[in-house]
């Protein structure tokens, strides 16, 4: 649990000047946070696996919540690897999927589906990675500190990061 405070307060430092790099340190943190749910020292559970975030989320007791969350976790799951460790947004194909995404996060948060259209656009992905930024942090940070709760037997405190869930 050490390492995943100590990945948290890393994403936290690196702030919104190194957004998409930042929510990406997040998915990190809740990939170690779900490792600690698990209690599994010896094994690393990735974002899909048996045992992983998928799972701890689950936890959730409200349905919508829950899978509200689940679609933001895979949206930092995909960050992580379309911005970071695999970069591929030179891929056209991965950059329409990422851009559908984001698309969907927005609609989620309250925008209109037109709006979504006109953010994220395939050509200018990276800008519009950077224009967002605050709200992608925000969902980063809201959906790592609900980790953290789930994993510390806290789901109580959810009502802390409830309004964060919004646009």
């Known amino acids: 649990m050490n390492s995943a405070f100590g990945y948290f307060c890393s994403a936290l430092d690196m702030g919104l000047e190194l957004t998409p790099a930042t929510p990406g340190i997040f998915a990190i943190c809740i990939e170690v946070v779900s490792n600690a749910w698990n209690f599994s020292p010896n094994s690393h559970r990735k974002f899909r696996a048996k045992g992983g ?59 209109s589906k037109n709006f979504a259209e006109i953010s994220f656009v395939p050509d200018r992905l990276l ?20 980790g953290f709760f789930i994993a510390l037997d806290a789901v109580e405190l959810f009502h802390v990061a409830e309004h964060d869930m919004q646009a």
């Open 53 to 111: 975030p998928e799972e701890m989320y689950g936890a959730i007791p409200d349905k919508l919540a829950r899978e509200n969350v689940l679609k933001d976790l895979f949206l930092l799951h995909s960050l992580r690897n379309k911005t970071g460790s695999h970069f591929s947004l030179h891929i056209e194909r991965e950059r329409i999927e990422l851009t559908n995404e984001l698309r969907d996060w927005m609609v989620r948060r309250g925008c």
């Open 127 to 146: 800008e519009d990675l950077q224009r967002s930024g605050h709200s992608i942090y925000k969902t980063a940070l809201t959906v790592a500190r609900r």
